[in-house]
């Protein structure tokens, strides 16, 4: 059976959004402010992909500086289930049977998704 490989490529808006509905639906709550800045966090290559949303607040929380940006960052599966739940709320067919892992495509997010025989496996010899 041959492997199936799916790519989705998010634009950083995406990932703001997807992490942002994620959040609020599993009730944490995001600052309160404008996004400033975010991307892909820098990380050593054998780490799992996380992401960084930079909000300066809306007003000085107390003991906080005024304009001083507060940090959101989400990794590992909990990034994976606000793209998923993205998706899903696009309407973009997520298989629920599949391999699924994120990985940088240079300044985007992916979530690749393998159908079929795992990467990696031996492939069947012909019959005959």
Aim: glycine letters at 10%; charged letters at 20%.
């Amino acid at each position: 059976m041959p492997t199936e490989l799916r790519h989705l490529i998010f634009s950083v808006t995406e990932v703001v959004e997807a992490i942002t509905s994620h959040n609020r639906a599993r009730g944490v709550a995001m600052p309160s402010g404008t996004v400033v800045g975010a991307g892909l966090t820098e990380t050593p290559a054998d780490a799992p992909v996380s992401f960084s949303i930079l909000v300066r607040p809306d007003r000085a929380l107390p003991g906080a500086e005024k304009d001083k940006p507060q940090k959101v960052t989400l990794g590992g599966a909990d990034l994976m289930a606000a793209l998923i739940g993205h998706c899903r709320s696009c309407s973009i067919p997520v298989p629920m049977k599949g391999t699924k892992s994120l990985e940088r495509f240079g300044s985007q997010l992916g979530l690749v998704i393998t159908l079929g025989r795992p990467p990696g496996a031996a492939a069947e010899r012909p019959r005959g």
